[in-house]
């Protein structure tokens, strides 16, 4: 199973599914000649595909909107807001490329304020998988929700073994008393290696992988605020309005306090090169997560 | 070196070979990593004619606010403006083995950190308006500059190329011109076969555009459509260059999978060779559509 097997099952299995596209085809190539008149490619018009999908979603269908996250979420942001948003429809913005994974693009491809920008939204549910075992877990769940839905997408492998998903509901991996990683997406991976190398160290470890950050769960982040002495909340994302805001968020608004250290970018975009190199530049090995929780090195 | 001069006469023989030279390093960035090399072949005479025969341009007016402007809107065919700059004399060569590296700024979309870009691109369809803008105030100071913006005919799906040639006409802005690398291709298909274009002279003569037609690979035809500008009194004009995407290299060229390229090592010295005419290259590198 894949990503765009996926597709092809849910779209062919269900008539109500349409698969939209400016133009992005890098990973639904095979999918044209299978579902003909229902692969929906509007060129490079990202607009005209929120527009139209709300057309369509009108008329009792699910578009799933496959494009490069950066176009799929400024470009046609007011179209996202205003057609799909103040309409409420289930239309599915699935995001290719966003955070860490445009690499050398540069700036302009960089979507590191997408979880800020879609949760802003009323209605709108946000999530980011691990990888793609993860992203396989849970895009059905996303799919048949009656809600829009913004997901990272995340074809990465790793060799764990997620629990089944649930809307709202986040990963426990392990629980620790020293600190536990908050993370979502593709630094999953690398903080479960950072988490080893702390434990090495005589750490108490916890990690939990997000999942869904709208609705997000909140018993999952109160017990950590509890149980450890410190949260790190980790993402390729701006420090603005992503994991760390909703951390802070969820704390506020039940009276509660912790220490929280944050690792994301600050006011910054990342330097493009590709992806071993960004993660060493930026800091976000497993080796400079370890370190950087060990020193408290935020930036 | 000194800038650019247009009134000097650079044999279209010269310009061939500067050209081919340019095709090397495009091809030389299509490894570790790779880049838009198919993208970057069809509009490589474009920059070539540009730089050395109209654009009044240079290290020694980078900051000059009479020099003239050329606005890169298809942003991902950068390394035919990085080669193009090498060839110049404007970049240091080295600094291209830094592609993709945190070390430099080469990276697969242009940035200002590289002296002569004047301004970053990579999402389509936004030089047009930045263009339009540069152009106003250059027409509110009464200069003379020109501004040239270079974009995709895939681009040309984007609605704000198309708002900005409604105000650029109403604007009367004949210090604007839009070249179009109409290479026929978008990244994963031929353009005619998804939203086609053509009439496309025709589409911005509706938009109040005066239109040339050329052959985007011929020096000649270049120098009489960039010599007669503007083609008409207080009216954008537009140049539609007919151009081949990977031109130069047929293994590549005119192939929809070629956009992009990540090609080993031996095959960008095979590539080298056929681009010079001595053998024919065998790839079996993935073929690759990134987006």
Known sequence: ?299 | MNSANPTHSTAAADLSAMALRVREHILCLSTDGGCFTGASLSCADLFVFLYTRFLRVGPDRWSDPQRDYLLLSKGHDVPALYGTFVEMGWLPAERLRHHLKTTDHIYWHPNRNIPGVEFHSGSLGHLPAVGLGIALDIRLRGGANRVVVVTGDGELDEGSVWEALLVASAYRLDNLVFVVDRNHFQANVRTEELIPLEPLAAKFEAFGCAVARIDGHSFEQMELAFGRLPFEAGKPSVIIADTVRGKGVPSIEARADRWFCNLTAAEVEALIQELRGEAQAQLTSETLTVR
């Not at chain 1, 960089?110 to 793609?132: H, S, Y």
């Open chain 1, 1 to 299: 199973m894949n990503y765009q097997e996926l597709i092809r099952q849910t779209v062919l299995n269900d008539e109500r599914f349409v698969v939209m596209t400016a133009e992005n085809r890098a990973v639904l190539r095979e999918l044209p000649p299978v579902l003909g008149p229902r692969f929906i490619d509007v060129g490079i018009a990202e607009q005209t595909m929120i527009g139209a999908a709300a057309g369509l979603a009108l008329r009792g269908r699910i578009p799933i909107c496959h494009a490069l996250a950066p176009f799929l979420i400024y470009r046609a942001y007011e179209f996202v807001r205003t057609d799909v948003g103040i309409a409420h429809l289930p239309v599915k913005l699935s995001s290719w490329i966003a955070g860490f994974l445009s690499e050398a693009n540069g700036p302009t491809h960089q979507a590191i304020e997408d979880v800020a920008l879609m949760r802003a939204i009323p209605g709108m549910t946000v999530f980011c998988p691990a990888d793609e075992a993860d992203m396989l877990a849970m895009l059905p769940a996303i799919w048949a929700s009656p809600d829009p839905a913004y997901v990272r997408l995340i074809v990465r492998k790793t060799d764990y073994v997620h629990v089944p998903f649930e809307i709202g509901k986040a990963e426990i991996v392990c629980e620790g008393t020293d600190l536990t990683f908050l993370v979502y997406g593709l630094l999953f991976e690398e903080v479960r290696q950072a988490a080893q190398l702390l434990e090495q160290q005589g750490l108490s470890v916890g990690i939990i992988n997000m999942r869904s950050l709208k609705p997000v769960d909140e018993t999952a982040i109160l017990r950590a605020a509890q149980m450890s002495k410190r949260l790190v909340t980790v993402e390729d994302h701006l420090l603005t309005g992503g994991l760390y805001s909703i951390v802070a968020e969820t704390l506020l608004r039940h009276r509660q306090t912790a220490d929280v250290q944050a690792l994301a970018l600050r006011e910054r975009w990342f330097r493009p090169a590709l992806l071993p190199d960004v993660l060493a530049f930026e800091g976000f090995t497993s080796q400079h997560i370890a370190q950087r929780v060990l020193h408290r090195a935020e930036a």
